[in-house]
């Protein structure tokens, strides 16, 4: 396995569910952080983790619940989700001291119903 | 104002003809600025980056910083039909080294 990989692909849920997502990355990289991108709007970045530490939440609702076990795995647990909550939910990675120069993930495609 | 501004497009250009895409950026303590290209239904790519003011060229791509005007642009080359995708702007932010900012992307269409 090579670069960043997320599962699942497509999720679809309704609003009572419970589920995560996973993003694994293999590249040797210290940071991994949580993009939302939704239609007509840019990529928002929710959640950064820096050595396996929380380093920015931006404002994100406590329905989205991120976790970092070890520097190469990284969680979004998703509980009581609204329908405007459906989106691409991309996970990224990159070296710590290289902010801008993330490798994305092929991204889970959430529809919340 | 937005933090990160494109052109949503599209913008269309034939095969072999100079793609000119156009960012602009309100943060004036930005020092760091990325293209990155999305394929439709695809993550996005880091394609170029660039630091300083001037020309940054790899191969068909030219990125053009100048930070006094806050703009930042990419010039693809002998665009070809495979450049056809959404070109994101991306910038980090000067008070906030952990956040990079996105536009919402220039459509690129190349037609052949």
């Known amino acids: 396995e090579t670069g960043v990989t997320q599962t699942p692909r497509h999720l679809v849920m309704g609003m009572t569910n419970k589920k995560s997502l996973k993003c694994e990355q293999h590249?040797?990289?210290?940071?991994m952080y949580w993009y939302k991108q939704s239609a007509k709007k840019p990529l928002e970045l929710m959640f950064v983790?820096?050595?396996?530490?929380?380093?920015e939440n931006n404002s994100v609702p406590s329905r989205f619940s991120p976790e970092c076990p070890n520097s190469s795995h990284l969680f979004l647990h998703l509980h009581t989700l609204q329908p405007e909550d459906s989106a691409l939910y991309l996970c990224?990675?990159?070296?710590?001291?290289?902010?801008?120069?993330?490798?994305f993930g092929e991204g889970s495609r959430l529809t919340v119903l | 104002q937005k933090e990160v501004e494109q052109n949503s497009g599209p913008l269309s250009v034939p095969e072999g003809a100079i793609a000119s895409l156009n960012c602009t950026y309100s943060?004036?303590?930005?020092?760091?600025f990325f293209w990155y290209r999305q394929y439709s239904g695809k993550s996005p790519e880091l394609i170029m980056f660039?630091?300083?003011?001037g020309d940054k060229e790899d191969g068909r791509f030219t990125a053009q910083l100048n930070k006094a005007s806050q703009y930042v642009s990419l010039l693809i080359r002998d665009s070809q039909p495979s450049d056809s995708a959404t070109y994101l702007c991306?910038?980090?932010?000067?008070?906030?080294?952990?956040?990079?900012?996105f536009g919402t992307g220039t459509r690129l269409q190349v037609f052949p």
């Open positions: 990224a990675s990159s070296q710590d001291s290289l902010p801008g120069e993330l490798f």
């Open positions: 590249l040797g990289h210290n940071a």
């Open positions: 983790y820096s050595l396996e530490e929380r380093v």
């Open positions: 943060d004036r303590g930005s020092q760091s």
């Open positions: 991306a910038v980090v932010s000067g008070y906030n080294t952990d956040k990079l900012i």
């Open positions: 660039i630091y300083s003011n």
